[in-house]
């Protein structure tokens, strides 16, 4: 079982259609065709929606992800805008709300690692391959890659795991020439993200992107992927990098000082909830059928300061 243990209702706002209430943000789509992505404190843990938030870290995520894509733009362009927050919208909804050009998506989560760890270890423990592609003998949890790799994924239905697939898979469903530009555009932006990340003692390990073409016309702009692959070869279209960019929700940060290959690495973000959800006193069992209890005060607190941390340390600019 996994999922939300109670799905929020969506907040109903004038001139905005409520589009998709993912596990973390609320998607709605305005006059002008943009769509309006809302970061929620929501947080995520062993594939549930946790039922208690994590203040402000809508704001941060939201802050972070237009760091880096303010920070990526000379190697791809990306799909913000504008900040500002629609009219008749919560107050609230300020610094956690991006309006963003509707893309026709691509369909492909992808993924670049550095390190081998999550379902990439468990491929290389079965195959001595991730994604298909052979390794060298001898990894281990958290070890780092001789290089990194490209490593694409179908999107999951709430509840379920991507499935990771490979290249060749991708290119029979988007089209050889855009399959090898998604390819080049998420190493590249990948490996400009970890060295910056590396200098500022955290350890990107691995990271997934989405990506889409400008689409104006389309009338399936902004909606969850379309299933039809033939319409989705871009035609030489330039990608633009949509969604969110290099947060600790879609990236594994690992501080680099307690790197050690061989076991769990420590994760930057999400370590205290992990910790007490699996320890004697959330009374918990992650294997059961039951969803997750609210977390304690002190597990968001230092959760929160957790995130914080990681924004400060990367933008170089206090939270205040
Ligand atoms: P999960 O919680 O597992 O991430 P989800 O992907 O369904 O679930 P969100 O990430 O909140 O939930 O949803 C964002 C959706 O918006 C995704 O389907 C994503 O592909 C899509 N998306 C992101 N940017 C754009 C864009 N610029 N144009 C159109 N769709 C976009
Ligand atoms: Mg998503």
Redesign the pocket.
Known sequence: MSGFVEKPEPVRVPGLTH?????????YRNASGE?V?VASDRI?AYDWVLPTEIPGKGRVLTQLSLWWFDLLADIVPH?VLRTEVPEGAPADWEGRTLI??????IPVECVARGYLTGSGLAEYERDRTVCGLALPEGLEDGSELPAPIFTPAT??E?GEHDENVSHEEVARRVGADTAARLRQTTLAVYSRAREVARERGIILADTKF?F?FLDSGHPD?????AEDANDLVGGGQDL?L???ALTP?SSRFWPADRWEPGRAQPSFDKQFVRDWLTSPASGWDRTGERPPPELPAEVVERTRDKYVEAYERLTGVSWS
């Open positions: 589009l998709h209430t993912g596990k973390v943000r609320d998607l769509l992505m995520s799909h963003c050009r509707s893309l026709r998506m999107k999951a709430v989405e889409g702009a902004g909606t969850p992927a633009i949509a969604d969110e929700d």
